[in-house]
């Protein structure tokens, strides 16, 4: 009896044991390459994904075959993201995964990624932005299969009814400078007696990051200093509380909220919203509303128009042996057709020149204006392997200057997060 | 063999998956930790790392962020511990005085602890919504300002302290429950023959009796209170300015976010002597006999 009890211990720990152990990534096949991204296969951009990999299968039937793994990222970016991260311990990456435009530099000085210059046969096509971003240490890392952008969607009949003239609205050619913008929401406030435009302040992420720092580009100001070796004298200097100064006023004179009503723009709560291109996908849910897109508003010092770029890319992991089937894989993920289906299915703006012509016709004029846009102004995020934390810093203190009360020292707010910046690139 | 030890050896097959199971995911990880808390491990080159002596810990002393996470899990658990305990053994009182119905109250009461942290946080994000949230509507409606509990820097984390004690309440009252039914019924007969009043009842027959589940249930408290991390991370992001963030919440971000698995493991160290030392005080306070 005894020994039979045992006999069943020893089973069950051995079968937990065995149970635990995992399969890698890599396949035995010399040919097939695992492809792992960051979306669902629910959304519209896992489906073109799929839909594209399906046609590389039968491409190359017989010589290489591709396999997708969807790894649905979530909000505050863990999922995907940890899953790599462990892939990397355990050696376990795929031949071609997604990475995000800030990642580059990371990954690329870690050693996780490979150059793959030779692989792609269209560089010349790709917008600067794409090869900008994917670039780390001259060589090319990544690329980017689609670009984003950023807009100030405007309510029609909110601005008619408050006695703004549309026609004399600013456009990418002629944009309104900081000055001329609170005007026009002192004008909505007036109107209409609540917050005029959804910045979307709670979004405490990497949009307070993407969407801010052009204004500061604008005002020329920086993050960090050009070779990303120093923070103090840049992100503390006069262009840098010009900037926040800007954003402060946006809520002390509340021209915008830290608390703004879910899809306030939407439900037409507010007149206007900073929002990226994915806002024109869900806008096609509301129907009634009418609305327009205007380019970013300028810093009256210079006038010069900046808008955030950037999104995912692929990638060739440094430890694949199959260099020439994951090569294959990439190029034809960033032919014209791929990046085509990929950028009307997610309404997403275009990674390439001969994109743009094959969608200009196909997509909507506000689309229109960002991919304009884009083409005038895309500034790329700094390429760091401390991106993560300048980033957060940077988050915060425009978090942080939105409380004015506690806040009002600008300098002083700036010199505190200058000393935290300060600690991580040294 | 004899019989002790094939005893020995039954109960050591028995223990294996166990003592395997909490060796792989417990003791290894964390001697591990203490080691990188020595290095400059960073996450996508493990191959590099240094050992860097007490570097991090220096650097950590320093961290202002890391003292704002200290300072706010103080006020956390100062404030949770006697809201939660207090409200659980009200609740157990309260059921535990009639005998009837109240298994829809236990229910009631118990429900939030069985839903997940993060369906509660979600829950509670949208009651607390400043313009379209229950509560602000129903202040509103009885004449009270709409209240920022969530983005205002001095509100936040009592709002987070509130919502914790209330998803755990429920479960220490179950606890109470257990304790106040296990005091005989004999001894309250006994008080009342000796005409001793409702109030003195419960002061020297009740909680003195009550003791060793009190004292168990402040050290499982103590200890989750200080791991806080989920409420937060749903609710504000670690918000606004850094009123809500936690030590686990900023271990967590420097080693997954940042990367910087030697500078975290460093706090973690540091952060599990403290909690050490927390609780052996509290064991000190409550002589560990009574249980």
Redesign the interface.
Known sequence: M?RM??LV??A??TL??TACGGDGAGSKDNNAVSLWVHTSDETPEGKAMQAIVDRFNQEYEGTYSADIEFIPRSE???GY??KI?AA??TNSLPDVLTLDGPNTA??A????IAAIDEYITNKDDLLPSIIQQGTYDEKLYAVGFSESGVGIFYNKEMFEEAGVDLSTLPTVEEPWDWDQFMALNETLVTKYDKPAIDMGF?D??EWLMYAFSPFLWSQGGNIVSEDGSTAEGVFNDENAVKTLTFIQTMIEEGYST??P??KGFHTEEYAMKLGGSWTIAEMEEYPDVAYGIMPYPTSPDTDELVSPSGSWQYAMSATTDKEEAAGALIDFMMSTESLTEITLANSVLPAAYSVIEEVQGEVSDEMNILIEQNAASAHARPVLS?Y??IS?IFQ?TI??VT?YE??NDIQALLN?KVQ?ME?VLN | MNINK?EN??AY??L??TL??LGLFLIIPAVLAIYYAFTDY?????DRRQFVGLDNFI?IF????FKQSLKNILIFVTCVIPIQVGSALGLALLINKQRKGNIFFKVAFFSPVVLSLVVISVLWLYLL????GLVNNVLVNIGLNPQ?FL?S?NQAIYTIVFVSAWQGAGYQMLIFLAGLQNIPNTVYEAADIDGVNKWQRFIHITMPLLKPTSILIMITTLIAAFKLIIQP?VM??G????STITPVYYIY?TG????MIGYASAMTVIFGILIGIVTLIQSKVTKEDDI
């Open positions: 005894k009890v045992v211990a020893w069950l720990m937990i044991i505050s970016g863990g993201e940890d991260n990397l311990t990371a990954y000085e870690a050693g996780m709670n405490q992420s830290i608390t009503v879910e401390q993560p934390q957060r915060q978090s942080d409380y506690e806040n505190e935290q600690n | 094939r050896v039954a097959s028995f294996a998956p395997i199971l960073y996450l996508l080159t493990p650097e320093k961290d202002p962020i919504n400043p313009s379209e920022p983005s820097p991370m504000t992001q918000g606004p300015m850094n971000q997954f976010s940042d990367r």
